[in-house]
């Protein structure tokens, strides 16, 4: 059985980002060639997120996320966001990404692979969101980038 992901919006930006090369080719370099060995999803909030830029880069995003299973956004996941929100492991206005990683831990999905530093793939938010899921009953799934994920 494949171990799951979930892509985070930052991810597939990176794909076609061409000011910063070595996210991008690392990114392309995984996405291309080791993605396959997971069951990767992604969500109606990535696709809404991505849906806001401009082109021509909209479309090109779009495009490599439209063959992937979504994963359901409920209301168990808007109340575990919340929960993330009201103990301070995340700030309001990060909502989305308190989503992000609730839509990961609801589903049980194994990796969120993100390049999102600052508000998610940070290790002493990682803590906080295991104890919080640990106490709340919840899966805490890893948070990788796909630096992490690319073979040797």
Do not use: C
Not at 7 to 28: C, H, K, M, Q
Not at 136 to 142: E, I, R, T
Request: net charge neutral; glycine share 4%.
């Amino acid at each position: 059985m494949k171990l799951s992901l979930y892509l985070e919006t930052s991810v597939v930006g990176a794909y076609l980002d061409n000011g910063e090369p070595f996210r991008r080719d690392l990114t392309i370099r995984w996405w291309e060639h080791e993605m396959k060995e997971y069951d990767a999803y992604s969500s109606q909030l990535v696709e809404r997120e991505l849906d806001r830029l401009a082109e021509p880069h909209r479309s090109g995003y779009l495009n490599l996320i439209k063959n992937l299973p979504r994963l359901e956004l409920n209301e168990e996941v808007a109340i575990l966001a919340e929960g993330y929100i009201s103990r301070g492991i995340f700030h309001r206005k990060y909502l989305a990404d308190a989503v992000h990683v609730a839509l990961a831990s609801f589903h049980k999905i194994d990796y969120i692979v993100t390049w999102n530093f600052g508000h998610i793939a940070n290790v002493r938010k990682q803590a906080r969101l295991r104890i919080f899921n640990t106490a709340a009953g919840f899966f805490s799934p890893v948070i990788i980038t796909p630096e992490f994920l690319v073979h040797s």
